[in-house]
């Protein structure tokens, strides 16, 4: 009737997963009957549940993502202080709870952290930079979202039913094969990557559409903010290389399910091919973790050194230059196989090659801040602090590429230490600087200046502690995933690097508190304007929060630099630009579909887990069904009306017109 | 499956007292490894100083508060910047490719050692979660330590008796995949006297924390006589069923009885590990 | 100087004045956004193509592609395929000219066609399972399972999208929407044509060319 699943599957005779489960469902619990006495159920189920609005959308990924953020961190918590602690003894963390906490730090990091992240800024940025009313399928985006929430729910469910993956954060065979992990970690990290996986793939369709085929009037390619044009890149990686993931992953299932022979030892498999097919996902999986951030930075610095982006054409070149070369490096990641000097010395060249393009973007920040009047606020610490650390990790990942330099440090704590400074120093930096820069736009109020200043500090302070250490031991040979260890060299560094989680512990309660500040004195941070740090972008035209349909009229873009430019005219001549003529919006209707199909997702993935076939039937027909429905019904949209249009749009002119007067054009 | 650590832990301690940095080589491929690491290092650095300096010099010059400081808000192009941004990171990748390229090939791990006197095989095996190093030419099998002459080139042959892993002893050189199925070579020479840290460096599972090894370089003398010392009873198929098995050894040193054991290992004669037994959450296998 | 470089600023500004005129039409999306998505489904079967190209040899003991392959049937099931998506094309232009009898039919007489296919596809697949050589034999045949069958698996789920077109025809008649999920059921199709003609000669072909 159930499968595989028993009583058994609860650790009962563990205490720290366990209590560690218990607390967190309690929580849950506590925050759900919290929600429904007070009586904010119809009000999310209408507003945020069911929203197709690209917007909402965004900042659901976004919060999403921070909830992952924070359980990954408290798994890296837990594998410093191990580490700290577990030389010449156990430690307090056994293997096979050790192996989980790494695997999951990987996989909840990657795939339910930074990318949810990245997807719900682009999610709440580009159709406003496109000058656009949404995303070219709004109820797709939907279903994306739930997706990939689906797939987190997985992953944290594993910490009390059953197990997680111990096989790291990409499950290599014949490890990951049955024979040597017959447990259910590993189709727990395997179902789950594969429903989000899915969840990823549309939006990755649903985002190259929009950008290619939504876009304001006079919006050419050219004349696109550069975050597009990386959101853009990203999304033709997702769209080329996660449909990879999940073949590979398939396969998996089949050689654990029904004993197919993909990578097996046994019956001809070939292990060698898993790690092919899986970093030719891998590689350009980092760059669309990276690219993103890229575009970030591209709006931040700009914006706050008061000038527009140097050598657009070069940026744009670059983003693209890296999403084509990021798909011809992928044996880097495993010189040590021994494939011999040809195929190592051409790969190596290549990932270094990805160095030029990078190291040009770089280059145009600088400039961009030349001649600029650069505000230090918190984005641009962010930035900042970005650039400098981002530039020592490719420094460290270039070194990675020479293969002999690999040969020596290949799994290390060197190769830990570099893939941290470029996903945290550039992805997580990016993200934090892009929820701070568009958090007013979202929320109609800014995040607190001084609060996030010291937040920022604090967690690049306690990035460096944390990550230089590692360098220092890989080079003294420590590889990666140790659960306890013998060689006395190592232990300093190991105590420094837990003293540099502390300080980043500190830096996310300062992040908090500064949310918490925010929300609280959110009317004297409120930004009634709707530009409130002199932007250049058409995200900044609208009122913040914008209206469901972002703008009143669509822009007519005639310049790179469209929004910046009508803002100094309007300025000198100290009157806005005309008032337009209102008509009727169409908007997409809500829809519970995405809701309902992840829920029937959720319950497939479970059923396959555990082996309970009847069950899975039933998800099936169920999500099939919610299709059906969906397709079945006979309106898609609703109107809103020219005089609402026009009533908001009144408001939002009237604030401008007011501002004006405070403003010195440039 | 429990296993006592004790004695295990014994043989470790012994172990940490030796040096691990790379940066201390102590054998040929360790230091050209090194030497390729320096060199590209310095490439980069030639690049990445200046920058960096860059970085701040510029966030610094251009604040908001400097009056000093000329605002130019319509500077968003410059030919020759743009050539230079170009150009600059192009040369060094040049530069670094051409170490790359030769490196690779010098330093191919499959590459025998130039100039040297003749080399001796090592098979090496992996298991969970020990090493098992074969001697064939001299009829040894040793567990977990591994013993060479100091200046003789050694060619390794590696496989691995269950999951992928990888071998490797930081301060004689590079680090090399062990797959089932499949034979990947390894040349190294070790150049000086000592005990050095060996270690398994990719995740094997819940033993790879103790699945590490004393790499030994002995004068040639001393290596003759390690070889006489083997003792018990010789190592033959059933022997390696039994040591296949899951769980931690500590270092034993045999007379080798099968002569093709490495090969029968690598065609599968011997089949790979039998893994865990099922259940929902293996035991503990550490104490 | 300073004459050139204005001059050249003005045919500039000339060759980016506005040629875009803003988002595209539902249709357009729709279709556009379809084809990213299976240009995604090819990437998934790419995978499992560069996945039989490895594994082909690995036989395990067990038979090889020339001992199993029945070109003659496999000729058929092609056959089977082009017609039906032949029916789909005929469905496209009855579903444009809106006759629903005629939609209809050709949906019928592509589903015909398809189970046609199916059915040889899983005759063939049971046939090597009686032969003991099903997908947990060797490395090869578990490509060429999962290869092969994924493309019937996709086939399966057309079908069950088809008569869901059929049934929303009926019940909605060809409204602007229903019309956009033809196009994507009818480019789906022939996608799936496309994938066979790669399975056809990569695998069967090839194979006992091997």
Aim: proline share 6%; charged share 15%.
């Amino acid at each position: 009737m159930l499968g595989k699943l028993t009583w058994d599957a609860i650790p009962f005779d563990q205490p720290i997963p366990l209590a560690a489960g218990a607390v967190v469902a309690l929580a849950v619990l506590a925050v759900l009957i919290y929600i429904t006495v007070k009586g904010w159920v119809p009000y999310l189920w209408r507003e945020w549940i069911t929203s197709v609005d690209h917007k909402r959308i965004g900042v659901m990924y976004v919060a999403l993502a921070i909830l992952m953020l924070m359980r990954g961190f408290i798994d890296a918590v837990m594998m410093r202080t191990q580490q700290a602690v577990a030389f010449r003894s156990n430690g307090y963390l056994p293997p096979e709870h050790f192996n989980q906490i790494f695997s999951a730090h990987g996989t909840i990091m990657i795939f339910f952290g930074a990318m949810p992240f990245m997807i719900g800024l682009m999610n709440f940025v580009v159709p406003l930079q496109l000058g656009v009313r949404d995303v070219a399928f709004p109820t797709l985006n939907s279903v994306s979202f739930w997706l990939t929430a689906s797939g987190a729910l997985l992953v944290n469910l594993s910490l009390v039913v059953g197990e997680f993956s111990r096989t790291g954060w990409l499950p290599f065979p014949p490890l990951s094969e049955m024979t040597y992990s017959p447990g259910v970690g590993v189709d727990y990290y395997c179902w789950a990557l594969q429903i989000s996986g899915v969840g990823t793939v549309l939006t990755g369709v649903n985002f190259v559409t929009t950008i290619l085929k939504i876009r304001a009037p006079g919006m050419t390619y050219m004349r696109m903010p550069i975050f597009c044009w990386t959101a853009l890149a990203a999304n033709l990686l997702i769209v080329a290389a996660f449909p990879v993931l999940t073949a590979t992953l398939a396969m998996l299932l089949l050689d654990r399910y029904l004993g197919f022979h993909f990578f097996t030892n046994t019956g001809g498999g070939n292990m060698m091919m898993f790690m092919n097919l899986i970093w030719a996902w891998g590689h350009p999986e980092v760059y669309i973790l990276i690219l993103p951030a890229f575009g970030v930075f591209s709006c931040v610095v700009p914006t706050f050194s008061g000038k527009p982006v140097f050598g657009y054409r070069s940026m744009v070149m670059a983003t693209m230059a890296i999403c084509l070369i990021a798909f011809m490096v992928w044996l880097h990641h495993f010189f040590t196989m021994g494939a011999g000097g040809d195929v190592n010395a051409i790969f190596g060249t290549m990932s270094a090659i990805i160095a030029v393009p990078t190291g040009v973007k770089i280059f145009n920040w600088l400039f961009t801040m030349y001649g600029g009047r650069v505000r230090f606020t918190v984005p641009m610490i962010w930035s900042v602090a970005f650039m400098i650390t981002f530039t020592v990790g490719g420094l460290t990942g270039v070194l990675l590429a020479v293969p002999p330099a690999d040969f020596m440090l290949h799994n290390s704590m060197f190769l830990v230490a570099h893939f941290h400074n470029v996903i945290v120093g550039g992805t997580v930096f990016g993200a934090l600087a892009g929820m701070t820069y568009w958090f007013p736009k979202a929320f109609g109020f800014r995040l607190h200046e001084g609060w996030g200043r010291w937040s920022a500090y604090f967690t690049i302070a306690g990035f460096y502690v944390v990550f230089m250490p590692l360098y220092v031991v890989g080079l003294e040979g420590m590889t990666r995933r140790l659960q306890h260890y013998d060689v006395g060299a190592w232990r300093p560094w190991m105590m420094v690097s837990v003293f540099g989680v502390l300080l980043a512990l500190v830096g996310i309660v300062l992040e908090i508190v500064t949310i918490y500040v925010s929300i609280r004195d959110r009317e004297s941070l409120r930004d009634e304007v709707g530009d409130p740090w002199d932007g250049r972008t058409l995200e900044w035209s609208t009122a913040s929060p914008p209206p469901e349909y972002n703008f009143a009229v669509l822009p007519h873009v005639d310049h790179e630099e469209y929004y910046w430019r009508i803002k100094q005219a309007a300025a000198r001549s100290e009157t806005l630009p005309e008032e337009p003529h209102y008509v009727d919006i169409e908007m997409p209707r809500n829809s519970a579909t995405g809701f309902v199909a992840a829920f029937f997702a959720t319950v497939m993935g479970f059923a396959l887990i555990w082996h309970i076939w009847w069950m899975v039937g039933v998800a099936f027909v169920g999500a099939y069904a919610t299709f059906v429905a969906f397709a079945w019904r006979d309106h898609e949209e609703h109107v809103i009306p020219a005089e609402t249009v026009a009533r908001n749009d009144h408001a939002r002119r009237a604030a401008r017109a007011k501002a004006l007067k405070a403003y010195s054009p440039r | 499956m429990r296993i006592k650590r004790a004695a295990v832990l014994t043989s470790a301690l012994a172990l940490s007292g030796c040096e691990i940095s790379i940066f201390d080589p102590k054998g040929t491929i360790a230091a050209q490894d090194a030497q390729i690491l320096v060199d590209s290092l310095a490439i980069m650095l030639a690049i990445v100083i200046p920058t960096l300096i860059a970085i701040v010099a510029f966030a610094w010059w251009y604040r908001a508060g400097n009056t000093r400081a000329r605002y130019r808000p319509d500077f968003e192009y410059s030919g020759q910047i743009e050539l230079v941004v170009w150009s600059i990171p192009a040369l060094t990748v040049l530069l670094l490719a051409g170490v790359i390229w030769v490196g690779s090939h010098d330093l191919d791990p499959g590459a025998p050692i130039k100039g040297a006197g003749k080399p001796l095989t090592i098979q090496v095996v992996s298991l969970d979660w020990k090493w098992l190093f074969l001697y064939p030419d001299q009829k040894l099998a040793s567990v977990n330590e591994l013993v060479a002459p100091v200046g003789t080139p050694l060619r390794l042959e590696l496989t691995s008796g269950s999951v992928m892993t990888a071998f490797f002893v930081p301060q004689w050189g590079s680090m090399i995949y062990t797959m089932n199925g499949m034979t990947s070579r390894l040349n190294l020479r070790a150049d000086k006297a000592g005990d050095y840290y060996g270690e398994a460096s990719q995740i094997s599972g819940d033993g790879f924390a103790d699945m590490h090894f004393k790499a030994r370089a002995v004068s040639a003398d001393d290596f003759a006589k390690w070889t006489q010392s083997a003792a018990g009873v010789p190592f033959d198929a059933a022997a390696y069923k039994e040591l296949a098995k899951q769980g931690l050894a500590n270092p034993a040193l045999r007379p080798l009885a099968a002569p093709d054991l490495f090969s029968d290992i690598v065609t599968q004669k011997l089949p790979p590990g039998p893994g865990p037994k099922p259940s929902l959450r293996p035991p503990s296998v550490v104490n | 100087m300073s004459a050139t470089a204005a001059a050249h600023a003005a045919s500039h500004s000339v060759a980016r004045m506005p040629s875009h005129t803003g988002p595209a039409n539902k249709r357009i999306v729709t279709g556009y956004g379809f084809w990213i998505f299976l240009l995604s489904d090819f990437v998934i079967f790419a995978s499992l193509f560069a996945a039989f190209a490895v594994l082909v040899h690995n036989t395990n003991g067990g038979p090889g592609p020339h001992e199993l392959f029945d070109l003659k049937s496999v000729a058929v099931e092609t056959g089977a395929l082009l017609l039906s998506t032949y029916a789909c094309g005929l469905a496209s232009i009855a579903a444009h000219r809106r006759s629903a009898i005629g939609f209809y039919l050709a949906m019928l007489v592509t589903a015909i066609f398809g189970a046609v296919f199916l059915g040889l596809e899983i005759n063939e697949f049971y046939g090597f399972i009686d032969k003991g050589a099903g997908p947990q034999r060797s490395g090869f045949l578990s490509a060429f399972f999962t290869l092969v069958g994924c493309h019937g698996l996709h086939v399966s789920l057309g079908m069950l999208w088809l008569f869901t077109m059929i049934a929303q025809v009926f019940a909605k008649g060809f409204r602007d929407d229903i019309q956009r999920r033809i196009l994507c059921f009818s480019l789906f199709w022939h996608a799936l044509d496309i994938i066979w003609v790669g399975i056809f000669t990569a695998v069967y072909l090839y194979g006992v060319y091997l």
